[in-house]
């Protein structure tokens, strides 16, 4: 058993110290030499690094998003003690957001949103068609079991060529291209990172069906802005539908805005609603690890930053 | 083995026609003594009534789609033959119809795609969530198996208390209204009949929560259009749904178009390009059972009208 005094901040909630506290931890202030701290302001870096200064003592740091390229680029992040981000737990609603998306695409429903008269029957099912996933992650695990029903032949592109469970293929990011004919939808669901930032540009957005669909519920700099309008003016691709954007949050009077070929969302796949409960079991579950000293859950590789 | 001599009506298609003779049958013209009819015009009644007047011999017909109750109103359906219609042979695209419009008015899709700028984060998960189906067919079958991995807990409500597979509970339909309450969805996957028709009223509308969505892939008269429009504009329930509305087609001007807490979609939850493929498999495997001498798949069962 470690000592588990547990310093949650910028300032604590009652979820959370009662998460900590459920995990068996010690609910500490900041300055009375925690162990470990759960962070729960994403945009208070310089507050986060303030804690870390005025406790040196701290070995564990449990960051409350699941994406961490904006720690990564500070020197606040360090490999001294322990990072965990909430990858994974807010899998399930992103996952399901994706879903929407797609199914919103398919089923043409910024045009019917926009009608004002009956319109002609169209529409394309997602039933018994191939799609493609990017990043190996949880959000690709949720998502493939929501599309399982749909029998969707699943490929997933990721860094290694590892299989993920549930998918048709698993395919290493070098062979992208490959992925890309034949999918009805290609979902982004990766972490941001150098090798990923602009990953869809013209050439994927090319190798792409004119009846697919572009689904991003990662981050906005996965895509080529540019490149995508142009697409979408161009009619290379059927569709995107954008949980994120770059820029974000999306300008006014951007292309992007308005067209039956696009649905753009304000960064809505998790709400706080809906991750604050998902953040404060992963709060538990590590505070339990860390008491028992075990391996936490979500644990950054400062060299993938991620 | 009996013999099956099946026209198609009212005008052979090569799709049909090599379902007909993929299933056993021997396809012939209308005039040439069929023992069975193929009839693939929904709207051609009179023709269908012409047809069966011309060969008496006709001992089972093939209707082309789910819903008959525009032939059951009709002089032309009588006990004198078997009937079959194509329940059940299209629920998937359906039920994957409504999970769009589910998806699509708890993640407020009308909202955001009608915005020309960043919005508010707000939405609502479907995860663990109660939701409601009323009708034991093949969509709610379907409709269950896609909301199986959202771990949504499913009460039917149908005309018998036989439980259907999957569902946490099965209700008759004088118990509707105990499944009202507490649902964060209400999907409409029943068959019109008298006493179905106007099954939503003013007090189903306020059994409902005002969180809840109304989702219809049935039939519009189902719902009292009324009642809805005024459920809608007082937020007695969140919104609503619809693949089909009372009167049908949607008239311009009328109060359902363009609300944001409402979706409407042109009766196109299975649009032909979805249908035709599954109503030659479903004529295929039918004729194989009618030479077989077996019973056949979507029989209608006159007293129902379903």
Redesign the interface.
């Known amino acids: 058993m470690s000592p588990a005094r547990i310093a949650v901040g910028p300032r604590p909630s009652r979820r959370f110290t009662a998460a900590v506290a459920d995990g068996g931890g010690e609910v500490v202030a900041a300055d009375e030499a925690p162990d470990g701290l759960v962070w729960l302001d994403p945009r208070d870096i310089g507050g986060l690094a303030a804690a870390l200064r005025a406790a040196p003592g701290i070995r564990w740091v449990q960051l409350p998003f699941a994406g961490v390229e904006n720690v990564v680029g500070h020197d606040v992040f360090d490999d001294s003690r322990v990072w965990t981000c909430a990858k994974g737990a807010y899998a ?2 992103v996952a ?2 994706a ?2 998306l797609a ?2 695409g ?5 045009r ?12 394309t ?3 018994d068609r191939p799609v493609t996933i990017l990043g190996g992650g949880g959000i690709t695990r949720a998502l493939i ?2 599309l ?3 029998r969707a032949e699943v490929t997933v592109v990721r860094r290694t060529s590892e299989p993920v469970p549930g998918a048709y293929r698993t395919l290493p990011t070098a062979e992208l291209h490959s992925a890309l004919p034949g999918a009805a939808v290609v979902f982004l669901a990766l972490a941001l990172s150098p090798a990923t930032t602009g990953i869809i540009g013209p050439a994927e957005l090319a190798a792409m069906e004119p009846t697919a669909w572009l689904v991003n519920v990662a981050r906005g700099r996965h895509v080529q802005t540019d490149a995508l309008v142009e697409a979408l003016a161009s009619g290379t691709i059927a569709g995107a539908a954008l949980d994120v954007t770059d820029p ?5 009077g951007h292309p992007l ?2 067209r039956e070929n696009c ?6 796949a998790d ?4 991750t604050q409960p998902l953040l404060a079991a992963r709060v538990r579950e590590n505070v339990a690890r860390f008491v028992a000293g075990q391996d936490l859950v979500g644990a950054v590789d400062p060299t993938a930053g991620y």
């Open positions: 399930e609603p399901e957001h879903l929407a199914l919103a398919l089923r043409m429903l910024p019917r949103i926009g009608a004002r008269s009956w319109g002609e029957a169209a529409g099912s997602l039933f079991d929501l399982a029903p749909f974000e949050p999306l300008p006014d805005w308005g649905i753009v969302t304000p960064h809505t709400t706080l609603e809906m």
